[in-house]
């Protein structure tokens, strides 16, 4: 066989074999001049411990995008598997800017003041560390500046697989 790299794939496709990872479901959000922003995110991930490292990809076609970037600073919260609503709410386009968060409980992030939802698994809250471009979005590289983990003995996740919000069980 000879190689093809070529590296033209549908979007359909690749949409769907990556719909076959199952991905965490979270919320990134920042302060524009003072209006809270957020978005909810499944390209998430861990990069280096030492420093501690994550990375978060954003559209470059939302508003958020330009918060972010502007801002310098974001939080990360870890949706559980009673979040659904939350993650809905902040995957819709066209939300009203000044309340999008009316009825989300959430508390300001100790270090940045970005908010973090309330009940949340875990959270973190970043400082750019550096960005790339990653074709319709850009990968934002965050230094963990704080963190916390929920008060509960056994936390479910909100995972999404296959095109669908589900639960994952730690026990």
Same mark, same amino acid.
């Given at each position: ?8 794939? &549908?979007? +359909? /496709?690749?949409?769907? %074999?990556?719909?076959?990872?199952? !991905? @965490?479901?979270?919320?990134? #959000? ?49 949706? &559980?598997? +009673? /979040?659904?609503?939350? %993650?809905?709410?902040?995957?819709? !386009? @066209?939300?009203?800017?000044? #309340? ?52 509960? /003995?056994?936390?479910? %996740? ?14």
């Amino acid at each position: 066989m000879t190689p093809d790299p070529s590296g033209s794939v &549908a979007p +359909g /496709d690749f949409r769907a %074999a990556m719909g076959r990872f199952a !991905s @965490g479901i979270t919320i990134m #959000s920042t302060s524009q001049a003072g209006v809270a922003h957020a978005m909810t995110a499944n390209a998430f991930t861990s990069v280096s411990l030492d420093p501690p490292l994550v990375l978060v990809c954003v559209d470059k076609g939302v508003r958020m995008h330009d918060a972010v970037l502007e801002c310098g600073y974001w939080a990360v919260s870890v949706l &559980a598997a +009673g /979040d659904r609503a939350i %993650a809905d709410r902040f995957a819709r !386009s @066209g939300r009203h800017l000044y #309340s999008q968060f009316d009825g989300v409980p959430t508390v300001a992030g100790p270090k940045t003041g970005c908010p973090v939802i309330a009940g949340a698994l875990s959270w973190l809250e970043c400082r750019t560390w550096a960005t790339y471009d990653g074709g319709d979005h850009t990968i934002v590289v965050g230094e963990v500046l704080s963190l916390g983990t929920g008060e509960t /003995d056994d936390p479910a %996740a909100l995972i999404y697989y296959t095109g669908q919000y589900r639960e994952l069980r730690g026990s």
